[in-house]
């Protein structure tokens, strides 16, 4: 499995926390739900994460069963508009970076 990560690096504007959350949730999350071939989505904001994760305000996951599904996904409408509403977003809520990674999972039987 491949799961892509988008990191949020930076500070969400003050006074701005339950709007950025609210954005995201209600307006890009719904979008990455379209991205084809995806098998979960998953958000995490900074108070969410695990003891020792990273400190970002938001990290954003979605994952595909293979390499060339998350490629042709990356292709398809449904990311292009993903990435004009986060540009609005951030615009709006979020001062910094936004930085994506890319994980290889590999899962073996014994």
């Known amino acids: 499995?491949?799961?892509?990560?988008?990191?949020?690096?930076?500070?969400?504007?003050?006074?701005?926390?339950?709007?950025?959350?609210?954005?995201?949730?209600?307006?890009?999350?719904?979008?990455?739900?379209?991205?084809?071939?995806?098998?979960?989505?998953?958000?995490?904001?900074?108070?969410?994460?695990?003891?020792?994760?990273?400190?970002?305000?938001?990290?954003?996951?979605?994952t595909y069963p293979d390499m060339a599904t998350m490629e042709a996904a990356l292709e398809a409408p449904a990311r292009f508009k993903s990435k004009d509403v986060t540009g609005e977003i951030v615009a709006e809520f979020f001062e910094g970076r936004i930085h994506h990674h890319v994980t290889q999972l590999n899962e073996f039987k014994a």
């Open 1 to 62: 499995m491949i799961s892509r990560f988008a990191m949020f690096e930076g500070t969400i504007k003050s006074g701005s926390v339950e709007a950025f959350r609210d954005a995201v949730k209600q307006r890009l999350v719904p979008l990455w739900r379209q991205f084809p071939g995806n098998i979960d989505v998953r958000v995490m904001f900074s108070d969410d994460r695990d003891e020792g994760a990273p400190e970002f305000p938001l990290i954003l996951a979605i």
